[in-house]
Each structure stands twice: as C-alpha cells, then as structure tokens.
C-alpha cells in the first residue's frame, strides 16, 4: 500500500512557476515509477509526465515538454515536478500517481497502470 500526498500547488500569473512535490509512504518508493497527471474542469484526466524508478527515464506530454521538469529523490520518498513558463490553459487539478513495475521499465504515459493516486493539488494560472 502506499499513500501519496500532493503540495506546492496554487495561484500563479502566467509566466511564472511552480514546484509540486509528491511525498509517499511505505519502504518500498523506489520500487514504483512515479506519474503527474492532471484534470482540467469538464475534461478527462490527461497525462502530464513520469519518472521511472531509478530517476533514468522520464515521458512528457507534448504541452509541457520544455516547461516542465520531473524528478524524484528516492532517499526522500518524494517527487517533484518543477513547472516554467505556466499558462493559463495548464490550470487544472494535478495528481501524482504510482505504478508498481520492475527495474528498467519505461514509465507509463496510461492512467489505468497507476494503482495509487493522490488526492490533487490545485494550479491556477491566471492570464
């Protein structure tokens, strides 16, 4: 079982940036690639980036390549994902989210592999 508990999320004026943090419980953190999902009122929860389990790989949408940028401590059981150059069209609820798999796997872009979900941080990006 592991808990994720989401922070750093808030008001912010386009251009500007934010950090989200995901700090997870159990002993077992390195074991699970690690996905930043988010969801925009009255659309689907779309995926943002993932890190794998070493920190070696990571995946990102095509919207938020070159502005955002995952990484994860596992000494810390935290990741983190450092937003740039915000936009008003990335204001959506984010969620972090776990998924068990073995050493070496790519981490996944699906929202369905993730067993685990935080409750979600609010970003809002004002213009």
């Known amino acids: 079982q592991v808990q994720l508990v989401e922070s750093g999320g808030g008001l912010v004026q386009a251009g500007g940036s934010l950090r989200l943090s995901c700090a997870a419980s159990?002993?077992?953190?390195?074991?699970?690639?690690m996905g930043w999902f988010r969801q925009a009122p009255g659309k689907e929860r779309e995926f943002v980036a993932a890190i794998s389990r070493s920190g070696d790989s990571t995946s990102y949408a095509d919207s938020v390549k070159g502005r955002f940028t995952l990484s994860r401590d596992n000494a810390k059981n935290t990741v983190y994902l450092q937003m740039n150059s915000l936009k008003p069209e990335d204001t959506a609820v984010y969620y972090c989210?776990?998924?068990?798999?073995?050493?070496?796997?790519?981490?996944?872009?699906?929202?369905?592999?993730?067993?685990?979900w935080g409750q979600g941080t609010q970003v809002t990006v004002s213009s």
């Open positions: 159990g002993r077992t953190f390195s074991s699970y690639a």
């Open positions: 989210a776990a998924d068990r798999v073995v050493a070496g796997a790519n981490p996944s872009r699906f929202r369905w592999t993730y067993e685990y």
